[in-house]
């Protein structure tokens, strides 16, 4: 009798040491169920550097119309691109993770801007864009005089603010490389003056491009314009989802051999 008093007690104590390496296990097991890996955004230090500028087209504004800066960082993605979108603004829209990564989602795209106002914006921020970011090495010009256009303002201002804009962007980087887009158009519905405006404005572009462009600083345009169709806007100026893919595969056509790869 002494012996199974001796054998039970031995047992009885041992349990909470069981049920302990049972919880352990348990929760271990768990964690390996839910431990997906998270999603993360930070970019390589020594990623190319890129700054969106623009107004609404750039900034987008989910779900009612979309920003190219999304279909474009999955391309780059895609590409195993090594880059970095910089800008004051962080994109506050929900994006879906892809390739276990996060949207990189910062950019300098303020909806209605004119290109005066674009020129006093980025003339306030950029080093305040710098310090937090680093130098802009690649800059996506969205629109130039898009919404100088749509509030009938000066053409000849447009274009003086466009080249100030890519002379401030050069003072501050003398061998950043600027893309500038041949902006795509409006609805078809709209009035003659605009489209003229900006069809004279998407002309101008390619001699702005060829006089600001240095030895070390290269200005070059992007053909927004042809192809581009009313069923890729979501209304009257903005994209949808395949206007936005068609911009950004222009812009990654554009772009792709400048940029760092991964290693």
Not at 16 to 25: A, K, N
Not at 155 to 163: H, I, L, P, R, T
Not at 194 to 219: C, D, F, G, P, W
Request: charged share 20%.
């Amino acid at each position: 009798m002494q012996i199974l008093k001796s054998t039970k007690k031995k047992l009885i104590n041992r349990f909470p040491l069981y049920f302990l390496l049972g919880l352990i296990l348990t929760f271990a097991s768990c964690n390996d169920k839910i431990g997906d890996p998270t999603p993360t955004s930070i970019p390589n230090p020594n990623a190319t550097k890129i700054l969106p500028i623009g107004a609404s087209r750039v900034e987008g504004a989910r779900p009612t119309y979309e920003s190219y800066r999304y279909e474009l960082w999955k391309l780059l993605v895609d590409g195993k691109k090594n880059v970095d979108f910089i800008g004051s603004i962080t994109d506050e829209a929900s994006y879906p993770v892809y390739q276990s990564l996060s949207f990189d989602n910062n950019h300098e795209g303020r909806g209605g801007l004119t290109s005066g106002e674009i020129l006093s914006s980025i003339s306030h921020r950029l080093d305040e864009i710098v310090t937090a970011n680093g130098i802009p090495e690649i800059v996506l010009f969205s629109s130039p005089g898009g919404n100088d256009g749509l509030q009938n303002l000066s053409y000849d201002d447009a274009v003086k603010n466009v080249n100030d804009i890519i002379d401030l962007l050069q003072a501050k980087n003398p061998n950043v490389t600027i893309i500038i887009e041949q902006m795509a158009p409006p609805s078809s519905n709209s009035t003659d003056a605009l489209k003229n405006y900006l069809t004279r404005m998407n002309t101008e572009v390619v001699n702005i491009a060829a006089a600001q462009t240095t030895n070390a600083s290269k200005v070059i345009t992007v053909d927004m314009n042809t192809g581009f169709t009313d069923a890729l806007l979501a209304d009257q100026v903005h994209y949808n989802e395949a206007g936005a893919k068609f911009i950004a595969e222009r812009y990654y056509a554009a772009i792709k051999d400048l940029v760092k790869q991964n290693q």
